[in-house]
């Protein structure tokens, strides 16, 4: 299918790093960076430092690179939606897990993951059945971040949710809703990104499998 | 207020914009974009158009309905690829061959020989052969309709009728619960064009219905629990996988991309039966429009 854009239209004011808004990123790095130092320097271990550490640096020497801060990865908050029709409490859990693991690895391969700046969006659709990826493939801009692939440096996630509706009939589940919503921000060409809508799964060959889909994306 | 003077004072509003606006720090200035939020839908079946005759059979309780007469007849295709659909109405007195049986009225051959025979004889008449057979009796149909909160339809004349909805259905746009969508989807005898008249009614009720679905299929849970719904209603072998699919290629189409037809044709009698002579030339254009992208471009 065809994107269809003009469905949805929303004017949005995206936002590039105002230098107060950097400064609020990269203080709480520079004060765990500071705080590491200080724990570091309060330590009561007699280590005995290297010699090469204890003299003082000779200007031949190289200058070792300035340590990144990490960011630590936004892990996936896993949600149980919707249960209609009945079905074991402890299958739910695993259920809602399988199927939210499913949609993760899609967050993953479209948006999230690879080597940026990127081109290649193949890959994009794990556990997608082949007629959906045909037609996710056909809304790569939307399905994926091929529209921004290029341009960009890396994909800071700042929030991913996945909820999941199951669909219990005999006391098996046999479809499911994932709600879904990852908002992330680029480098390179700065964009806050909101993908949001949901995913529909039934079992093929006992693996939960991506048949369909309503997704949005626009600026956060 | 005189032109000079306005456009000053635009000018002093834009200044006063801009010093609130432009950065006062030597770092280039923030980006600012105008994006939209783009959409997109697709649900994969297993052919591109998937089409679902939808049987209102008039059965009584107790009475099987697989062995009924059909009162509606709706043959619905669905592309979930393009997100068009298109419903194709019959009238239930339309005197046709049925295989086996010779001819008689098409609404028979649910009861000669359940929905496979059914299937046969409407796919004879529009050339098109449904995937699907739906059949659902009126009790369970208002069950349905009232608990996705009723339907809007667009009635295009005022009718009443004194024993299905006395009060009658004004023109204009208007509410139905689940008996008076059943009411309008089956009241005949005071409408000017009889059986076209109301399966056209029909149309505008499963186009209610639609926007109901589309409205809600959002909410957590909608889609499963009308699926449920369904299942305990509707008399169907499907696996609940396949029927939640469906559902979801309904919830798909959009409205605007609906295209529906009433196959055309005269009033005859056969002995002392009323008829309806079908245009047999209509239905397979229909079906010829149709076919691989469940769109009639004109009825």
Known sequence: MQGRPGLVRQAVRMLGPTPRRTARLVAPALILTVLVGVVSGCSDDPRPVPAAESDPPSAAAPVPPEPTPVVPAVRTKIRRGEITGRLPVKRRKRL????????????????????????????????????????????????????????????????????????????????????????????????????????????????????????????? | MNTRALRTLLLVVVLALAVLVVPDSSVGPTDVALVKVRHAAGVEMQRSVIWILAIGSDARRGQDMLRSRGDAIQLVGIDPRTGTATAIGIPRDSWVAIPGHGREKINSALYFGGPQLMSRTVGNLVGVRPDYVMVTRFPFFEDMVDSIGGIDVRNPRRFSDPYLYETGFRTGRIHLDGYGAMAFSRVRKMLPGGDFDRSA??????????????????????????????????????????????AQAVAQVEAAKISTCVVPGAIGRVGAQSVVLPSFAAARRYGDDARNDATIGRC
């Open chain 1, 96 to 220: 809602v897990k399988e199927i939210a693991g499913v949609t993760d690895r899609w967050l993953d391969a479209a948006y999230v993951e690879g080597s940026y700046p990127r081109t290649n969006f193949k890959k994009a659709f794990p556990g997608f059945t082949s007629g959906a990826t045909r037609s996710a493939r056909r809304d790569r801009t939307l399905m994926t971040n091929a529209d921004l692939g290029k341009r960009i440096d890396e994909v800071r996630v700042k929030r991913r949710t996945v909820t999941v509706d199951l669909l219990a009939v005999g006391g098996e589940a046999r479809a499911a809703t994932a709600r879904v919503h990852l908002a992330f921000a680029t480098k390179g060409v700065q964009h806050r990104v909101q993908v949001t809508g949901r995913l529909f799964l039934t079992q093929k060959d006992g693996r939960w499998r991506v048949f369909g889909y309503d997704v949005s994306k626009g600026g956060a």
């Open chain 2, 201 to 246: 009614n029909q149309q505008r009720t499963l186009r209610g219905i639609h926007a109901k679905i589309r409205a809600n299929a959002h909410q957590p849970g909608f889609m499963e629990s009308g699926v449920m719904t369904v299942l305990q209603h509707l008399a169907t072998d499907l696996p609940p996988a396949e029927l939640f699919k469906i």
